[in-house]
């Protein structure tokens, strides 16, 4: 019963997430309304908080978030169970758009999509819940530690603010590893004590963030 429960759980999302995309490639009218605008939320669109991390800017950008929470969503679902599990990934969509508003309040023109920000929230939660995680993939030779392929991620989401890359909300990444990170620590403190080293290593990243931020250098 427990593994057909984490099936659905992530099946569930990755087809929402699947279906919103694809009718946001076929209908513009339908990207533009759901997309993350700044001007627009402030004029109390809210929904698009929400409905922005269910859109993709193409095919590869949605194979590339669904691709990542495919191997990280069960590790989650496992140790926290499927309703836990929902709190996490809604609370790093929203946290992931809430640090985008925050950075972008001035830009009323912004706008971006993806489920990055949900997506990297769970990544954190996996790593910090199962820091002995390994990825395998057929392009390269030997595993690799979860906990790298979190902290180069975030790495390439820096990279992808300071260059602009794409109609992708970069800043939502970190907004939702943030959101990940403190909603896992919150449901399980004694992660503090059973996994402190990778406490640490996981906050890394999130506070190079905000020290070229702080002293502008994503600009």
Same mark, same amino acid.
């Given at each position: 019963?427990?593994?057909?429960?984490?099936?659905? /759980?992530?099946? /569930? +999302? +990755?087809?929402?997430?699947? +279906?919103?995309s694809f009718k946001g490639f076929d209908d513009r009218g339908f990207f533009e309304k759901y997309?993350?605008?700044?001007?627009?939320?402030?004029?109390?669109?809210?929904?698009?908080?929400?409905?922005?991390?269910?859109?993709?800017?193409?095919?590869?950008?949605?194979? @590339?978030?669904?691709?990542?929470?495919y191997f990280f969503a069960d590790a989650v679902v496992k140790q926290l169970g499927a309703f836990?599990? +929902?709190?996490?990934?809604?609370?790093? $969509?929203?946290? %992931?758009? $809430?640090?985008?508003?925050?950075?972008?309040?001035?830009?009323?023109?912004?706008?971006?999509?993806?489920?990055?920000?949900?997506?990297?929230?769970?990544?954190?939660?996996?790593?910090?819940?199962?820091?002995?995680?390994?990825?395998?993939?057929? @392009?390269?030779?030997?595993?690799?530690?979860?906990?790298?392929?979190?902290?180069?991620?975030?790495?390439?989401?820096?990279? #992808?603010?300071?260059?602009?890359? %794409?109609?992708? #909300?970069?800043?939502?990444?970190? %907004?939702?590893?943030?959101?990940?990170?403190?909603?896992?620590?919150?449901?399980?403190?004694?992660? @503090?004590?059973?996994?402190?080293?990778?406490? %640490?290593?996981?906050a890394i990243p999130i506070v190079i963030l905000f020290v070229l931020y702080k002293t502008g250098?994503?600009?």
């Amino acid at each position: 019963m427990d593994n057909l429960g984490i099936s659905i /759980v992530t099946i /569930v +999302i +990755i087809v929402a997430n699947g +279906i919103m995309s694809f009718k946001g490639f076929d209908d513009r009218g339908f990207f533009e309304k759901y997309k993350f605008n700044v001007g627009s939320i402030k004029r109390g669109e809210q929904i698009r908080m929400i409905s922005s991390g269910f859109l993709h800017a193409d095919i590869t950008h949605l194979l @590339f978030n669904m691709f990542t929470l495919y191997f990280f969503a069960d590790a989650v679902v496992k140790q926290l169970g499927a309703f836990n599990f +929902i709190v996490i990934y809604f609370a790093s $969509l929203i946290f %992931g758009n $809430l640090l985008s508003l925050y950075f972008h309040k001035d830009e009323y023109w912004y706008s971006a999509i993806g489920a990055s920000g949900a997506v990297t929230g769970v990544l954190y939660a996996a790593i910090l819940l199962r820091p002995d995680m390994s990825l395998y993939m057929y @392009f390269i030779p030997i595993p690799i530690p979860g906990y790298v392929f979190g902290i180069g991620y975030l790495l390439y989401s820096i990279y #992808g603010m300071k260059n602009r890359i %794409g109609n992708i #909300g970069h800043d939502a990444h970190f %907004g939702g590893a943030i959101g990940g990170y403190v909603v896992t620590l919150i449901m399980v403190p004694s992660l @503090f004590t059973t996994n402190l080293g990778y406490v %640490g290593l996981l906050a890394i990243p999130i506070v190079i963030l905000f020290v070229l931020y702080k002293t502008g250098k994503l600009k």
